[in-house]
């Protein structure tokens, strides 16, 4: 069963638990007049999404599905999604609309190239392309100017049913999932490469008041020390082995 959270004015995170692997995943809406989803979640979770969504808003009328890279968790269900709501479109970055989504969506998505906007109504969100943060290099994050809550993928990443928000230390959580990870195939699963502090540091300086992350608890409070806190972190758990 998937719960819904307000994290910030008409932002919903709406998180399934999944004990197997002791992870949560996340979806977020945006309730506007152009209402968006950002991840579709997997196929498997599509009808407890769904039912949570339909709680806030009706599907058919989505008008974005958007997602931070081609992947299974990120855009699954996408083809699901579009069906359910006719007017919808996929919104990825221009490189994943060229390379990957465009040949398996049943609409073409909108490519967006580094700095777009899309105006939901009231909410205005910005593309900040970042390739191979968190990985592949058609990557990138929606960062919602209005209520500055920023959709941060698998940045933050924490193991575990968590909270739906939190203020504690979500940086030496997400230092516990690299641990715990060492030895198994999910190894490594975040590249160290020379552009990812700089990368990391053109989030910080948005100075986020909510980061969203698709695994584990939304961080409320000073997003841009956290986002530099996981770059030292990340400096010293996997660039020091990269």
């Known amino acids: 069963m998937s719960t819904v959270t307000e994290i910030a004015p008409d932002i919903f995170r709406i998180c399934t638990y999944v004990p197997q692997a002791d ?7 945006v309730r506007d007049e152009e209402p968006l989803l ?56 221009a490189n994943g609309a060229l390379v990957s989504v465009n040949a398996v969506a049943e609409r073409p998505a909108r490519g967006l190239q580094d700095g777009e906007i899309i105006e939901t109504g009231t909410h ?9 943060l968190p990985h592949g290099w058609d990557a990138g994050h929606l960062y919602d100017e209005t209520t500055r809550t920023l959709l941060c993928s698998d940045l933050l990443h924490q193991n575990g049913d968590v909270e739906p928000v939190t203020s504690a230390d979500v940086v030496a959580r997400m230092r516990a999932m690299f641990e715990a990870y060492r030895g198994t195939p999910f190894d490594f ?33 000073d997003g841009a020390a956290a986002l530099r806190e996981m770059a030292v972190m990340m400096r010293e758990v996997v660039g020091a082995v990269a």
Do not use: K
């Open 38 to 93: 950002y991840h579709t979640g997997l196929p498997i979770l599509l009808a407890d999404v769904r039912a949570a969504v339909e709680t806030m808003v009706d599907p058919a009328s989505l008008r974005w599905i958007a997602f931070s890279h081609f992947e299974a968790d990120e855009c699954g269900a996408l083809n699901q999604w579009l069906a359910a709501a006719p007017a919808a479109q996929p919104a990825c970055s």
């Open 124 to 132: 205005r969100l910005r593309f900040l392309a970042t390739p191979h």
């Open 189 to 221: 699963y975040m590249p160290w490469t020379a552009q990812t502090e700089g990368l990391i540091e053109r989030l910080a300086r948005l100075e986020p008041l909510v980061c969203a992350p698709m695994h584990g608890s939304a961080y409320a409070g």
């Open 23 to 29: 992870l949560q995943f996340s979806q977020f809406l």
